[in-house]
T-cell receptor
Framework: QKEVEQNSGPLSVPEGAIASLNCTYS??????FFWYRQYSGKSPELIMF????GDKEDGRFTAQLNKASQYVSLLIRDSQPSDSATYLCAVISNFGNEKLTFGTGTRLTIIP | DAGVIQSPRHEVTEMGQEVTLRCKPI?????LFWYRQTMMRGLELLIYFNNNVPIDDSGMPEDRFSAKMPNASFSTLKIQPSEPRDSAVYFC?????????????FGPGTRLLVL
């Protein structure tokens, strides 16, 4: 079992709709959770991080964490063509450790 | 700030040759990370340093790989001898770790092709 799992997609969403990206992780003791966006041929860039159960909102992005279900998701509201990218979920297992374990990413395409 | 700088941006070499990748972290950042990204395995952490000291090298695939950080502004990742399966994009990232968890800022990557 992979430590961090994501559906590779591609996930196609109409412009203006909500895109929902999901991630599960295997280490129940994981402490910190991150969403990175990676455009084709570019490097990853951090969108959001979340530590506590519940929702965290930042503009059009909402991260949701459910530690009991070992599940973290990213919602993108009012999807734009510029949101088309691969979204990487990453987890840090031990607080104070900086080692990020990444999922293989979900490729998102926003259809105009 | 110029961001994380990596060189070369592209490298094509033949199997058996030595490859050296270079990274200059963002000034003031005290943690540095080396990642490898492939289609099959995704983005994997190879090694990371804090204050120039290697903290976790469990991701280094084998003895052919070595990494150094002689000072706060420079790190190298060396592959000797290189093999075709080493072909990947290698990213360097840095973070201004003070306490807790800090954002990792990625460099543009080095695209390595081993023939």
């Amino acid at each position: 079992q992979k430590e961090v799992e994501q559906n590779s997609g591609p996930l196609s969403v109409p412009e203006g709709a909500i895109a929902s990206l999901n991630c599960t992780y295997s280490d129940r003791g994981s402490q910190s959770f991150f969403w990175y966006r990676q455009y084709s041929g570019k490097s990853p860039e951090l969108i959001m991080f979340i530590y506590s159960n519940g929702d965290k909102e930042d503009g059009r992005f909402t991260a949701q964490l459910n530690k009991a279900s070992q599940y973290v998701s990213l919602l993108i509201r009012d999807s734009q063509p510029s949101d088309s990218a691969t979204y990487l979920c990453a987890v840090i297992s031990n607080f104070g450790n900086e080692k990020l374990t990444f999922g293989t990413g979900t490729r998102l395409t926003i259809i105009p | 700030d110029a961001g994380v700088i990596q060189s070369p941006r592209h490298e094509v070499t033949e199997m058996g040759q030595e490859v050296t990748l270079r990274c200059k972290p963002i000034s003031g950042h005290n943690s540095l990370f080396w990642y490898r990204q492939t289609m099959m395995r995704g983005l994997e952490l190879l090694i990371y340093f804090n204050n120039n000291v290697p903290i976790d090298d469990s991701g280094m695939p084998e003895d052919r790989f070595s990494a150094k950080m002689p000072n706060a502004s420079f790190s190298t990742l060396k592959i000797q001898p290189s093999e075709p399966r080493d072909s990947a994009v290698y990213f360097c990232a840095s973070s201004p770790r003070t306490s807790g968890v800090e954002t990792q800022y990625f460099g543009p990557g080095t695209r390595l092709l081993v023939l």
